[in-house]
């Protein structure tokens, strides 16, 4: 009989995912072949208001991996698919005078741990410890990597940016929220997004292709 496949998530959690609320169950469990998960709602905040690192933002942008500008009630669709074991997601986020898409993919290292590539190709990656808070998925990264041509180089612990990412299921709005904050070391916040969505699984034939993942903090568990 063949296993059902379980998402990074759920590989990285274990028993700890009886532990998240039943929608966050649902939302972080591998998606069935032939089917999508879509979300559908409005980022309140997305980017940072420092305009000087607007520049440097726009270099991350064209590559899927952020945004540069500070907008308020973003409208935004996400499309998450299980491929290879790994989960897929695609964020289109509809700013008022244009259109953006991140896209990412999530895998699990031999460690254990979640993580996740940002862009297209992967330009950044995020090494994540995985917990459970009163129902909520809370990740915050150990380790970010970016990739320099054909290499991935870690950044230095003391100024590597801290990213933390919290998903929970709103009973009271029958929605879930997303909050994502990074800051960086003497500088402070440098990026955000907040908001709230409802997710529904979808069947389609669409299939897509990914590559392999890399684990920035690889190097430093060899050591």
Known sequence: MTPVPQSPYARALGERTDDLHPRLQAYFAAIPDGAVG???GVFQRVGTPRRWLWPFLRLLERRGVVAAGWESDVPFRVENRTIAS???????????????????????????????????????????????????????????????????????????????????????????????????????????????????????????HVGEHHDPAEKEQSE
Do not use: K, N
């Open 38 to 40: 879509i979300g559908e």
């Open 86 to 208: 790994r989960a897929i997601g695609e964020r289109t986020f509809h700013f008022a005078r244009r259109q953006w898409v991140m896209r990412d993919a999530v895998a699990l290292t031999r460690h254990g741990r979640v993580v996740d590539e940002l862009g297209e190709p992967g330009v950044i990656a995020a090494c994540f410890d995985v917990a459970v808070h009163e129902g909520a998925l809370r990740l915050t990264s150990r380790a970010v990597g970016i990739r320099l041509g054909h290499l991935r180089v870690r950044i230095p612990s003391p100024i590597a940016p801290v990213v933390h990412l919290t998903e929970r299921f709103d009973d009271a709005l029958d929605r879930q929220r997303v909050t994502l904050t990074v800051d960086a070391p003497l500088i402070g916040r440098v990026y955000e997004y907040r908001g709230d969505f409802t997710y529904r699984i979808q069947h389609t034939h669409r299939i897509q």
